[in-house]
């Protein structure tokens, strides 16, 4: 179990900048999403983060507090909220995807082809029989 945290920790890269206020997880996984979906919408979030709207609202709110995400009204319902990036914030999300992707190749650069392919397929036996376990237990 503890090789699955240290390879955990090993693969998720730091979530900031230097000189800036970290950002928690679930405000990260929030950036990405909306980052693909330019203009969704608090409840889309919200459902897609698996959370309450009011958990999201929270969660935007703050993220429009640091400058990070834009709240804009819909042109197409003054009620509904539209979410999206600015510049500076598409540019960092591209950084983490570069840096994520030095991370993972850094970390799984001692296993060959084969090797890797290997682990590819343990791994997605493990996650298919999971995700099965967990809809019988719930």
Do not use: Y
């Amino acid at each position: 179990m503890e090789k699955l945290h240290s390879l955990k920790r090993l693969m998720n890269p730091d979530t900031q900048c230097p000189g800036e206020e970290p950002l928690a997880h679930s405000q990260w996984l929030a950036l990405i999403l909306i980052s693909r979906q330019e203009g969704i919408g608090i409840k889309e979030l919200a459902a897609q983060l698996g959370i309450s709207s009011s958990a999201a609202t929270q969660l935007v709110d703050g993220l429009v507090a640091k400058g990070v995400i834009l709240r804009q009204t819909s042109p197409d319902d003054r009620r509904a909220l539209r979410l999206s990036l600015p510049e500076e914030s598409r540019q960092k999300i591209e950084a983490m995807k570069v840096q994520r992707l030095e991370r993972f190749c850094a970390v799984f650069s001692s296993l060959d082809d084969d090797e890797f392919r290997t682990l590819i397929g343990l791994l997605d036996k493990v996650v298919t029989n999971s995700q099965t376990k967990l809809k019988e237990v719930v």
